[in-house]
Each structure stands twice: as structure tokens, then as C-alpha cells.
């Protein structure tokens, strides 16, 4: 059920609604939109009648949802959301660079990516302290004391720290340390980990699975937000197929088929959706001409020395250059880099 309010709507009016959702046992989320509120419903099983909303003051309509979907519709929000990372942004007119090393490897490592990443402008440092990998016996991440050197980047360059939770137990630490809680590729369908998202006050980086099909993957999302964060950024970050020239197959169709259904920033990962140094730069350059918020790129200074994915980083140089491509294209596009 989708309630959406007169544009005229007093919050007064508002409240009297979600208290009506509230005593039918259901939960009531508020979207506060350019010319109106809508209010989703979630936790009803079946069916809500449209007709214990209909009559009260304030109300426009109370629309049956067919889809699968609430939360992160179009319908319940017809402007994009701007998903704010302390003073910075992702989905609004500026495009988010969000860079750094696949895991942080020490200090000095970090250190030097996280300069080149502040030179080049982007706001955002990305590097994993717990890393999801393949194997057990590969290098797993730094854990807490990774954390603790991504809160001294933070402090040195003033950049957002973007670090990814594995489990419920991560999510209270990249809380402590972070600015944004990665989930990866491997936890799009860990909903005990996406409910923990949902009750997170940080804002939420969302890889699609390395399968899901683009109603799963807004699934995803849409268990966090049923929590109540409506923070989401979501990132295309290449699906498997048969393909063997890259490492993932990546959907930049993606982009604009979301647009088309949520009002969620999505951005893309060229690393992990090639694989490859030698394409990213090209892979990049079509996300943001496709309609990507932003970008998530691995970078390390020395990628034949890197304790993880050393194949697919580029170097210092290479970003800079990069960004100042993309910042070319940002201008045709009327938006800019931030
Ligand atoms: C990563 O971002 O380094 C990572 C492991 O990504 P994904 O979850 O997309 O594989
Ligand atoms: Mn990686």
C-alpha cells in the first residue's frame, strides 16, 4: 500500500496517518518528496484495505503496489535520492569518485594511494580491512587495525571512508571508523546482514551479486530500507557469464533500466567488472555517459606488489587521468566531479 498525501499535507496530517498504520500493526515510512509525501507500508502479510486511509485529512490516494517492490519505487519517490555522506553526496548533480586499494595492506600502502586519490579531487577513499575472498588461504584484510588506518586517512585528507562490512559484528565496527558500509557481491542476499544495513546510521553501498538478476538486487535493497535507512547507493559491478575476456561481465544496461524503476543512485565498479588495467579506463568513460552516479575504482601504487586484486588496480597516474576524463564528460552530461 502506497498512501501518497495532498501536496498541501500538514505533518500533522502525516503523523495521523503513520499512527493509523501503527495501530494496524504495520510499519509506516514517510518519503518527503519536491511536491508531495508519500507513505509506504510494510510488515502487512496480505492485502491493506485502502478505505482505513482514504477518508482521513491530507490524503490524496491509497494505492494498491503490485510489484514486488515499495520502498525503493519510483512511485513512492518520484526524484532521485541524494544519499549524503557527511558533507559530500552521491546522486545528485555531482558524480562520486569513490577510490582506493582493494584492501588496505599497511599504513605506508594507504598513505600513498589516499594522496593521489586527494589530488585528483575525488572525495571518497575506498579499501577493504575485511576482505570476502575466494579462497581461505589468501590474504583476508587487515581487520580492525585496517580500520584503524582508514580513520587516519580520514583525518590526514579529509576523504569519506567507504570500507566494507562481511557480517553483522563488521557493521559495528565500520561504524565506529567509516563513513559508508560496503556490503559485497558475495552478501546481496545475506538478509541478516542487510537488516543489520537497514538499522545502520551510515549510508549504505550495495554491490550487486555476482547472479542477480536487477529485481533481486532492488530486493536487496529494499530489505535495508524496510529497516528504515533509506541511504543506498547501489553498484553494478559485472555479473558471471561465459564470457572469458573479462572477469565479469559488466551490465552497463543496468544503469538506466534501475532509473527507470528507483529513485536510488547507482554507480559503477570497472575494476571488478573487468578485471582488467587495460579497460578501465574505456569502461568507466561509457558508465558515467550511460547515466552512473559515480564510480568505484581500485587504485594502488604498486599493483605487482598488491595482496589483492594487483590485475585490475591502476596506478596513481592512470586515476588522475581518469578523472580528468570523466570530468570532460560530467560537463556534457551538466553535472560535475566532486
Ligand atoms: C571489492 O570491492 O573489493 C570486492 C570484493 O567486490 P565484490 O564484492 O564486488 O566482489
Ligand atoms: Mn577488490
Known sequence: ?????????????????????????????PMPGATRTAIGITGNQGSVDPSHFENLPGVADAIRVSKPYKLITLDIRPEKTIVRVGDATIGG???AIIAGPCAVESHAQAFAVAEAVRRSGARFFRGGAYKPRTSPYAFQGLGE??????????????????????????????????????????????????????????????????????????????????????????????????????????????????????????????????????????????????GADGLLVEVHHEPDKALSDGMQSILPEEFGELVEEVRQIAAVLGREVN
Not at 498525501?5 to 499512527?19: G, P
Request: overall charge neutral; charged content about 25%.
Open 1 to 29: 500500500m502506497l498512501i501518497v498525501m495532498k501536496s498541501d499535507a500538514t505533518e500533522a496530517q502525516v503523523a495521523a496517518v503513520l499512527r493509523v498504520v501503527e495501530e494496524l500493526g504495520f510499519k509506516g515510512h
Open 93 to 95: 548533480e555531482e558524480l
Open 145 to 290: 587495525e585496517g580500520l584503524k588506518i582508514l580513520g587516519d586517512v580520514r583525518e590526514a585528507f579529509g576523504l569519506k571512508i567507504v570500507t566494507e562490512a562481511l557480517d553483522e559484528a563488521g557493521v559495528d565496527l565500520v561504524e565506529r571508523y567509516g563513513d559508508m558500509i560496503q556490503l559485497g557481491a558475495r552478501n546481496m542476499q545475506n538478509f541478516s546482514l542487510l537488516r543489520r544495513a537497514g538499522r545502520s546510521r551510515l549510508p549504505i553501498l550495495l554491490k550487486r551479486g555476482l547472479s542477480a538478476t536487477l529485481d533481486e538486487w532492488l530486493l536487496a535493497a529494499e530489505y535495508i530500507m524496510s529497516e528504515g535507512n533509506y541511504q543506498i547507493v547501489l553498484c553494478e559491478r559485472g555479473i558471471r557469464t561465459f564470457a572469458q575476456h573479462t572477469r565479469n561481465t559488466l551490465d552497463l544496461a543496468a544503469i538506466p533500466a534501475v532509473r527507470r524503476i528507483s529513485h536510488l543512485p547507482v554507480i559503477v565498479d570497472p575494476s571488478h567488472g573487468t578485471g582488467k588495467q587495460s579497460l578501465i579506463g574505456a569502461v568507466s568513460r561509457a558508465a558515467i555517459a550511460v
